[in-house]
């Protein structure tokens, strides 16, 4: 998992095209469901216990929020499909995944 965050550059052609083929999570009030359930909220506590509570990309600041790594497995995401970022990192990953 290290490797793939610190090539996490690397990926986000991967993410992004993923992403646009996929479910969008924008304004979706099934992803907001979503993300009420309570696999979601284990899938959120069990990546946040991996990092530490700690940023994995940036490793300063303590993680607030859970992202994408990609969109192939949308609404089924694995430990290993999720980030658990600070906010400046995940608006960081996401400007450069629009791209």
Known sequence: MATEV?????RLGQTNSA?????SKGGNSEY?????TGRWR????AVQMRAKGK??????????ELAHLTYERFFRESME???????PCHRKLDS???R
């Open 6 to 10: 610190h090539h996490i550059g690397q």
């Open 19 to 23: 992403a646009e083929g996929g479910a």
């Open 32 to 36: 907001e469901a979503y993300r009420k």
């Open 42 to 45: 284990k899938l959120r506590i």
């Open 55 to 64: 940023c994995e990309i940036c490793h300063r600041y303590d993680g607030r």
């Open 81 to 87: 499909d999720m980030l658990w970022l600070c906010v």
């Open 96 to 98: 450069q995944a629009k």
